[in-house]
């Protein structure tokens, strides 16, 4: 069974960019949620999405945004982006959202 | 807002000590879970605790959750180098959102 798949792995770009995150969850689930790694920041969460409905969201800015899909894949957006952006950006999926969390290896997005 | 902290932020033991983990939620928890993310990797769950005082055990790990259901505990026997990470503690509302710990980063010195 295929894990979690996130794309791109790694990404540079410069401040006021935006930028789009992909995800595929296993198959199956149809919880994704996105979360941003920092050091000493631990894991912030930002939105959870269920049967392409945002369910759930952290206390994030505008923005970021997501959607999912039909078949359950999501994307996430930054808008605007600033310094303070740079991190690991998980995603993670689980059957219907309360079960365990299924982490993708993230992507990594570094600000210029 | 709902807060969920997790002490000590960092660990150094030696290979063969225990370390513990400890986690406090600010509201009353649905249910908690426990994941590892080694160094360069991704969190992997361990455990997830549903009942009010509720002890797991997986080989050297216990795992404690609360009679009030805010706090939780990951104690580790013997720590070896495989033991390596950074724990992180998540807990659930009752509304289905999972706040994360800040995580404690496990140093084992050989």
């Known amino acids: 069974k295929a894990g979690v798949t996130q794309t791109p792995r790694y990404l540079i770009k410069t401040r006021g960019q935006q930028v789009t995150l992909s995800c595929s969850p296993i198959?199956?689930?149809?919880?994704v949620s996105w979360y941003q790694q920092t050091p000493g920041q631990g894991l912030q969460f930002l939105f959870e999405?269920?049967?392409?409905?945002?369910?759930n969201k952290g206390n994030f800015p505008g923005r970021f945004s997501g959607r999912q899909f039909s078949n359950s894949r999501s994307e996430m957006n930054v808008s605007t982006l600033e310094l303070g952006d740079s991190a690991l950006y998980l995603c993670?999926?689980?059957?219907?959202?309360?079960?365990?969390?299924?982490f993708g290896d993230g992507t990594r997005l570094s600000i210029l | 807002g709902q807060q969920v902290m997790q002490i000590p932020q960092y660990q150094h033991v030696q290979e063969g000590e225990d370390f513990t983990t400890y986690c406090n939620s600010s509201t009353t928890l649905s249910n908690i879970q426990w994941y590892k993310q080694r160094p360069g990797g991704h969190p992997v769950f361990l455990i997830q605790?549903?009942?009010?005082?509720e002890v797991k055990k997986q080989k050297r790990l216990t795992f404690q959750f609360g009679e009030a259901k805010k706090n939780s505990s990951l104690h580790i026997t013997a720590t070896q180098t495989t033991d390596v990470g950074t724990y992180f503690c998540?807990?659930?509302?009752?509304?289905?959102?999972?706040?994360f710990g800040t995580g404690t980063s496990l140093t084992v010195i050989p």
């Open positions: 999405y269920f049967s392409e409905t945002q369910r």
């Open positions: 998540a807990g659930i509302s009752t509304g289905n959102q999972f706040y």
């Open positions: 198959s199956g689930h149809r919880s």
């Open positions: 993670a999926s689980s059957l219907t959202g309360v079960q365990p969390q299924h």
């Open positions: 605790l549903v009942k009010s005082g």
